[in-house]
């Protein structure tokens, strides 16, 4: 029986992929006139933390290091500005921790994002009170593709692998919740992560 649901945040919770992408390519086109292609984004750069994406950049001799800081400060100061304005309040997703919570489940986040980014669109879809834990890409060694910080939460609540149960998007957090050896729920988008989706772990 699954005991605890661990959910990623964004393209799971909240549809902010694109927020980030747009914040960085802003950022990225003030501070270094460079802007990542659409292609690029999904084949290499979608679902890693910022930090990685500009090493990941300055491997590929695009921008420098002493680029680093500024870009990513001004990639923050958009991505909040973004959530402050744009991100709703999720219903359907409350509707469905509350289902969660009535199979006696507990529920957590463990998203590549920051804490201050994840906290405020938890907050602004209404779901952030709901949540028993939360893990944030500043709070792992290793964030995913590495399992570390799912790993954490099946021993944080003292549960078997067997008991827990992922639901993932993007292709390296997939890669992350399978090699914790949990149950995974692969979804596309938020819109599909849904009461009906989760039945059938509870039936």
Same mark, same amino acid.
Request: charged share 25%; aromatic share 8%.
């Given at each position: 029986?699954?005991?605890?649901?661990?959910?990623?945040?964004?393209?799971?919770? $909240?549809?902010?992929? *694109?927020?980030?992408?747009?914040?960085?390519?802003?950022?990225?086109? =003030?501070?270094?006139?460079?802007?990542?292609?659409?292609?690029?984004?999904?084949?290499?750069?979608?679902?890693?933390? &910022?930090? $990685?994406?500009?090493?990941?950049?300055? =491997?590929?001799?695009?921008?420098? /290091? *002493?680029?680093?800081?500024?870009?990513?400060?001004?990639?923050?100061? /958009?991505?909040?500005? &973004?959530? &402050?304005?744009?991100?709703?309040?999720?219903?359907?997703?409350?509707?469905?921790?509350?289902?969660?919570?009535?199979?006696?489940?507990?529920?957590?986040?463990?998203?590549?994002?920051?804490?201050?980014?994840?906290?405020?669109?938890?907050?602004?879809?209404?779901? /952030?009170?709901?949540?028993?834990?939360?893990?944030?890409?500043?709070?792992? *060694?290793?964030?995913?593709?590495?399992?570390?910080?799912?790993?954490? /939460?099946?021993?944080?609540?003292?549960?078997?692998?067997?008991?827990?149960?992922?639901? =993932?998007?993007?292709?390296?957090?997939?890669?992350?919740?399978?090699?914790?050896?949990?149950? $995974?729920?692969?979804?596309?988008?938020?819109?599909?992560?849904?009461?009906?989706?989760?039945? =059938?772990?509870?039936?």
């Amino acid at each position: 029986m699954i005991k605890l649901v661990i959910f990623d945040l964004d393209g799971v919770i $909240v549809d902010a992929c *694109e927020w980030h992408r747009v914040a960085l390519n802003k950022a990225l086109k =003030e501070v270094c006139d460079y802007e990542i292609s659409l292609e690029d984004h999904y084949s290499t750069f979608n679902g890693i933390p &910022t930090k $990685v994406k500009l090493s990941k950049l300055s =491997e590929m001799g695009i921008i420098n /290091l *002493e680029q680093h800081d500024a870009v990513y400060a001004r990639k923050q100061q /958009l991505t909040v500005e &973004t959530i &402050t304005s744009l991100a709703p309040y999720r219903q359907e997703k409350v509707d469905l921790i509350n289902y969660l919570r009535d199979k006696n489940c507990y529920i957590a986040c463990y998203t590549n994002s920051i804490r201050e980014t994840a906290t405020l669109m938890l907050d602004k879809t209404g779901v /952030l009170e709901h949540m028993d834990y939360l893990i944030t890409n500043q709070d792992v *060694e290793n964030p995913k593709p590495h399992p570390e910080g799912y790993s954490f /939460l099946v021993e944080k609540f003292n549960l078997k692998e067997q008991q827990v149960l992922i639901i =993932e998007d993007s292709p390296k957090g997939k890669q992350a919740a399978y090699a914790s050896g949990c149950n $995974v729920l692969e979804v596309e988008n938020p819109d599909q992560v849904t009461i009906d989706a989760v039945k =059938e772990y509870f039936e």
